[in-house]
């Protein structure tokens, strides 16, 4: 959102987002329930490790479904796991993976397209924590979005941390990387979808606004919101009232509000 919707980044946080993401390695997937989406999914999986000693709840049936896919298991002791994780609370779990797979936007019209439904799109201009992407990601999923536009500057790309956030959705939501925002803005508008941004100095309440059709909705960056360029590229804008004296809502709730006013809009249709 734009300005004030999501909680400000201080200055030192942006630099710590910049920097995990160049330290983290784009291959891992921890977590048990992160692992378990991942193995029922039946992507790719190159190795799993686990942390050495008594087995208890879901690590067991971990280990049942890598044995049936004959994916390699891997048992080290905690301290080896505890250097190789990515996260605190990886529950004595690591999957090695191929790195994402992004797809390209015409995959994810294609979805849509498949499905005989309107486009349903989330482009989301800067997002650069990892728990945010994850948490959107998570709600895109659960609300039938067909797909997911991020850029591949300045904005965090899909991760461990992502994953693990996203509860395991990423492995079923189709996510493209592009260079230009707003040119692709322009691309999904030639291929007839209207694209509401979300800016908190427009008249519109987003309750008031037709979500229904072909639709690409913009979630802003957490400190600054959509660019002046992006929003300007929009066909329409909208925003979320704000009763308290704290005017900012974190991305991902943003992007929960005004996603599922458009599920309730379409359900209503």
Known sequence: MKNNYNSKVKKNQKINYENKEERNYDDQVEGRNSVLE?????????????TKGEKHGSIN?????????????????????????QN?????????????????IEDILQEAKQKKEDPFILILDG?????????IIRTAETAGIHGIIIPKRRAVAVNSTVNKASAGAVEHM????????SDTIQKLKDEGLWVCGTDINTDKYYYNQDLTGPLGIVIGNEGSGISEKVRKNCDFNV??????????????????IIIYEVVKQKNLK
Not at 88 to 104: D, L, R, S, T
Not at 127 to 135: A, Q, V, W, Y
Not at 174 to 181: E, G, L
Not at 239 to 256: D, E, F, H, R, Y
Request: aromatic share 4%.
């Open 38 to 50: 991942l193995l029922e999914s039946g992507k790719d999986i190159n190795k799993i490790f686990i």
């Open 61 to 85: 049936k971990i280990i049942a479904k890598a044995k049936d896919k004959n994916i390699i298991l891997v048992e080290k002791d905690k301290r080896k796991m505890d250097e190789m994780a």
């Open 239 to 256: 925003k979320i009232p704000m009763k308290g004296k704290i005017t900012s809502l974190n991305a991902s709730v943003s992007a929960g």
């Open 174 to 181: 189709k996510i493209a990387r592009v260079t230009n925002i």
């Open 88 to 104: 605190e609370n990886y529950q004595g779990v690591i999957a090695i993976v191929p790195p994402f797979e992004y797809c390209e």
């Open 127 to 135: 997002i650069e924590d990892p728990h945010n992407l994850g948490s």
